[in-house]
T-cell receptor, first 115, second 112 residues
Framework: EAGVTQSPTHLIKTRGQQATLRCSPI?????VYWYQQALGLGLQFLLW???????NRGNFPPRFSGRQFPNYSSELNVNALELEDSALYLC??????????????FGAGSRLTVL | QKEVEQNSGPLSVPEGAIASLNCTYS??????FFWYRQYSGKSPELIMS????GDKEDGRFTAQLNKASQYVSLLIRDSQPSDSATYLC????????????FGTGTRLKVLA
């Protein structure tokens, strides 16, 4: 069974540009979570999508946005990039129902560098 | 106050010793608690989950939960150098927000 896949692995952008990161959940999983992990700051909750809808978002400005597609894959968009957006962006998926809904399986992450 | 707090460490223990990792959380509506391990340069992976007060054991790992004190801990018995990693405490609230929040992690070093 394929795990959570994220692309691209690495992305280099300059200030003011836009970045798009993509995530494919495990087959059968309907929930997708996005986290930002900046150096030394732990995982900061960004967004939670389930069944195509945004269910919750963390304390990030509106230039962080995303969507979930009918096949449950997701993309994270970061507009007007700032230097402090440089981080590892982790996507995780879980089933919607049952005990498995409590367990997140993470992808390998996309490392965004803003110059 | 942070929603989930952990001591950043590093926590250094000799090989074969018990490592004790602690976590406190602020949301009393939290129902589900997790410990994830993250090796350097890798993504987090689940070690343990616990949902009710008391202890839960799985091999060398024991999770402990005290909801009244809003406290979760992870004990690692017979620590091995391969246990050296950052341990992340995560809390899932079901009190309307359904947020899945992580602490900043405790870095564990097991010395051979």
């Amino acid at each position: 069974e394929a795990g959570v896949t994220q692309s691209p692995t690495h992305l280099i952008k300059t200030r003011g540009q836009q970045a798009t990161l993509r995530c494919s959940p495990i087959s059968g999983h309907t929930s997708v979570y996005w986290y930002q992990q900046a150096l030394g700051l732990g995982l900061q909750f960004l967004l939670w999508y389930d069944e195509g809808e945004e269910r919750n978002r963390g304390n990030f400005p509106p230039r962080f946005s995303g969507r979930q597609f009918p096949n449950y894959s997701s993309e994270l968009n970061v507009n007007a990039l700032e230097l402090e957006d440089s981080a590892l962006y982790l996507c995780a998926s879980s089933p919607r129902l049952g005990l498995g809904a409590n367990v997140l399986t993470f992808g390998a992450g996309s490392r965004l560098t803003v110059l | 106050q942070k929603e989930v707090e952990q001591n950043s460490g590093p926590l250094s223990v000799p090989e074969g010793a018990i490592a004790s990792l602690n976590c406190t959380y602020s949301d009393r509506g939290s129902q589900s608690f997790f410990w994830y391990r993250q090796y350097s340069g890798k993504s987090p992976e689940l070690i343990m989950s616990i949902y009710s007060n008391g202890d839960k054991e799985d091999g060398r790992f024991t999770a402990q939960l005290n909801k009244a004190s809003q406290y979760v801990s992870l004990l690692i018995r017979d620590s091995q150098p391969s246990d050296s990693a950052t341990y992340l405490c995560a809390v899932k609230s079901t009190s309307g927000t359904y947020k899945y929040i992580f602490g900043t992690g405790t870095r564990l070093k097991v010395l051979a």
